[in-house]
């Protein structure tokens, strides 16, 4: 599964550069650029099956990019990570049809869970 992470954030890019048995295909950072053709660019170019975002990275253009993503790559999943607890974005993001939704500070394990949730949910829709 090729996964993409978009963010800054050196505790999330860790983590996930530590989970080589869930993510055995190299995982795509992107942390250089907030634009959002920029963003949407990188994701179209690489296709991935997964995409990771970090809300505080992207604010404010979380929401139009994650509409755009699900419009051109319908299959790609999205594990979304904000530190924004905010009613308003919830209902935002939640009607793009996100797999995974958490508040940072995020523990190690529940990170980890929801990767090897969506990968087994991939794993069930091939066989």
């Known amino acids: 599964m090729k ?6 954030d050196q505790v999330i890019i860790d983590m996930l550069r530590a989970q080589s048995r869930i993510l ?47 419009k051109l790559l319908s299959a790609c999943q ?11 974005l919830g209902r935002e993001v939640s009607q793009l049809g996100i ?6 500070p995020l523990e190690k394990n529940e990170l980890i869970e929801s990767l090897e949730s969506i990968l087994k949910l991939n794993i ?3 066989a």
């Open 3 to 8: 996964t993409m992470l978009i963010a800054d």
């Open 24 to 70: 055995p295909e190299n995982l795509i950072i992107m942390q250089s650029s907030k634009d959002p053709l920029d963003v949407m660019s990188t994701i179209c170019a690489s296709n991935p099956s997964l995409l990771i975002v970090d809300d505080d990275f992207l604010k404010p253009h979380t929401a139009r990019i994650l509409k755009s993503v699900r």
């Open 78 to 88: 999205i594990i979304f990570l904000t530190s924004d607890a905010s009613l308003e």
């Open 99 to 104: 797999q995974y939704y958490a508040y940072k």
């Open 124 to 126: 069930q829709r091939k």
